[in-house]
């Protein structure tokens, strides 16, 4: 996986389909880890709750598998060039959903009816998840 597609991506350069191609591969199974290999990408980038929103209509219009949501997600949360501040209420929003993603198997499991509500938080700041839906 590379940074520079999914900030490509998230600027409106590249389309779903270049994104979903560059996913492949992104996880890697060794025993009960999964590896993420990253490209790094050169320079700064902030992601605002647009850019992720943009990533759950892709995975909603079925351009995106939803299970790529964790490399992306681990990507985020990794990088030492994707940017947001937690500071601020759409900075929480970013890393909340980044590391939800990052890590399905103690948050929320990545399917579309979840994806709907990742979206929906993004949008509204509002929480739709309830207990059942980490299950």
């Known amino acids: 996986m590379r940074e520079e597609i999914l900030k490509q991506f998230f600027i409106g350069d590249v389309d779903a389909k270049v994104l ?62 994707f940017e947001f501040d937690s500071d601020t209420s759409e900075g929480d929003l970013v890393g909340e959903t980044a590391y939800d993603w990052s890590a399905p198997e103690i948050n929320y499991p990545l399917t579309l009816a979840n994806v709907e509500k990742f979206r929906q938080r993004l949008l509204t700041g509002e929480n739709p998840f309830q207990i059942i839906d980490a299950s």
């Not at 880890?33 to 909603?60: G, Y």
């Open 20 to 81: 979903a191609a560059d996913l492949v591969g992104s996880m890697v199974a060794k025993g009960d880890m999964t590896k993420h290999p990253i490209e790094n990408m050169s320079e700064d980038f902030q992601i605002w709750p647009q850019h992720l929103i943009r990533l759950c209509d892709a995975v909603l219009q079925g351009e995106i598998e939803p299970r790529y949501l964790q490399s992306i997600g681990f990507c985020i949360v990794a990088s030492d060039c």
